[in-house]
Each structure stands twice: as C-alpha cells, then as structure tokens.
C-alpha cells in the first residue's frame, strides 16, 4: 500500500483491532434482557415497581417481560432463546438439566410453606394422604407441584402407581377441579387462593409440612457467562423489591393484582402467604434440590441422575 510504513500500517490495525473491542463490548453492554416470570413472587413486584429497568438504564439495556403458566414452559423458552433469566419452583430445573437444556441457578428464594397444597372440595371424602391411594390427582407434570405430590404419596406409603396422575396446566386444572374431573388438586399460588376463594375446600397437606421447597431464579449458561454484570445488577433490584414488599405488606396484593390480573381478594390472600427475599445458593439448599432430583430419578420419572452442583452460577 503505497505512501504508508509498516509501522503505520501496524498502528492501524491497532486501532481498527481496539476499535472492534470496543464495538463488541458496547454491543455486549447494551444487550436486551428478557424475563421469564409467573403470576406469583419477587418477580411481579420487580416489575410492577419497573427497578430492574431502573437499574440496567444508564448501559441501555432494554428489558423485556414474558409471563409463563408454570416453570416447565419457561423452561422451553430458555431453552429456546426466547428468554434470558427467570423465576421457577424447585422441580422444573430438575427435568430441565436431566433433559440437557443449558441453565444456571443464580439465586433462591425463601420458602412459602403455605402457599402450596393438595386440596379437595369441601364435601370431598378425602381427608387424609392415605386416602389419594386409587384416586385421580390433577398437577402440572414436572413442576413444583409435582414434587409436592411425589412426596405426599412418599409420606403416605403410596406407590405412584397407585393414583391416577392428571398432567394439567394450572388453568386446566382449575376447571376440571370445578367439575369434579378430578379428585383431588395439587396446585401452589395464585392458583391456590383462587381455588379457595372460588367454592369450599379442605387442604389435605400443604407443602410446609413435606418439604423445604425453594424457588430459583435461573438463566442461560451463555447469559449468565457474557452477562455477569446484568445478573448482579438484576439481582440487586430484586432484593430491593423484597425489601418493598415486605415493608408495604398492605398494598402488596394491589401491587401483585396490576400485572397478573388475578382478582384482588385472592391476590392477598396469596401475597400474605408468601415469602419475599434473594439467598445465595448454598450447601444445605444443593443438597435439598439434590434429594428432590433423586427422588425424581429413583421413581423413574426422569432418565438419570442429575449433579444439581454442576449447574449453580458461580459469579
């Protein structure tokens, strides 16, 4: 190239080289940030109050909002790509890494020990686990629910093969419960509060009383590894609305009810009983989500066993 030195071509292609790294970076730093949440939890605060907008702003990052029926769903759109980060129980990850869809745990959230149950109708002549044993059990396969219905057939001595199990989505479930299309409803909140509220029930076990269930937050591995900065300035707006929530308990249920839609009576009855908070994932958490995973892979429901470790977030 005639009339440049070797020298200045060098600095050149320094430049152009910086140049490109820098484009790369900005491209990076201003990538969208998409959520996954469900009409329950820390979540729907975040949004309502719009604080993790108000936290990724000032590196341009939009942020986008998906609501899911249940986790097992979600759990497909992280997969696919339709989703970055994410809210669900303690079962959809389970099936999710046993399935090798690539995610990480980032965070959990406390345990709402009466915010999920198996319920009956009131006239029903269930009133023990031990009398699930033949009976027809509507859940939402590979959900927390799931999980709750496992354990509950566990506790009682119950074969699984000995109920007849309803794989519904939550809405579903919801009607075949009102026609009586099944005998029984594992189901956790809002769902819960709207089936108490819409005719009589009677809770047969609530999921405090089995299990020290955790929901996660979660995101793709390939999210979670070029957008380490996202994640932290995420989960800090999320501890910032579990700070809010807990301290305006009393609009917390109109909060909720803004973006879910769910009827204001049953909004607070599910937003009393629910936990707000952010804990890092530790020890004792693994090896509760471990003892569900195996519990999941002894009963044959999912293939292999899972190493719940491999798949936590290390920021």
């Known amino acids: 190239m005639p009339g440049l030195s070797r020298r200045s071509l060098l600095m050149t292609g320094s430049v152009l080289a910086s140049g490109s790294l820098l484009a790369r970076k900005a491209r990076a730093a201003a990538a969208p940030l998409r959520i996954g949440y469900q009409k329950v939890g820390l979540l729907v605060v975040a949004r309502q109050q719009r604080l993790i907008e108000k936290r990724v702003a000032a590196k341009g990052v939009e942020v986008s909002w998906s609501e899911f029926p249940a986790g097992p769903p979600l759990m497909e759109a992280l997969n696919a790509g339709s989703i970055d980060f994410g809210y669900v129980g303690d079962t959809p990850p389970i099936f999710a890494q046993a399935a090798g869809i690539p995610f990480v745990y980032v965070a959990a959230i406390p345990p709402s020990p009466k915010a999920e149950a198996i319920i009956v109708k009131e006239s029903s002549p269930i009133r023990s686990l031990q009398d699930l044993k033949g009976r027809r059990l509507g859940f939402t396969k590979a959900s927390s629910s799931h999980n709750l219905t496992v354990a509950a057939l566990d506790k009682a001595g119950i074969d699984y093969?000995?109920?007849?199990?309803?794989?519904?989505?939550?809405?579903?479930?919801?009607?075949?419960f009102a026609s009586d299309a099944i005998d029984a409803w594992t189901i956790w909140d809002p769902f819960l509060a709207v089936g108490e509220k819409a005719s009589p029930t009677r809770r047969i076990v609530s999921s405090g009383e089995l299990l020290q269930a955790y929901p996660y937050l979660l995101a793709s591995r390939n999210f979670a590894s070029e957008h380490a900065d996202l994640l932290n300035d995420t989960l800090a707006a999320l501890k910032e609305a579990a700070a809010w929530a807990d301290s305006h308990r009393g609009e917390l249920a109109v909060a909720l009810a803004q973006v879910t839609g769910v009827e204001i009576e049953a909004q607070r009855l599910a937003a009393d009983r629910t936990s707000f908070g952010v804990v890092p994932i530790d020890a004792k958490i693994i090896a509760a989500q471990?003892?569900?995973?195996?519990?999941?892979?002894?009963?044959?429901?999912?293939?292999e066993r899972v190493d719940v470790e491999a798949a936590i977030w290390r920021a």
């Not at 000995?162 to 919801?174: F, H, K, Q, R």
């Not at 471990?290 to 009963?299: G, M, P, S, Y």
């Open 161 to 176: 093969s000995d109920i007849t199990p309803v794989y519904l989505a939550p809405a579903d479930a919801a009607a075949a």
């Open 290 to 303: 471990q003892a569900t995973a195996d519990r999941f892979q002894r009963l044959g429901l999912i293939p």
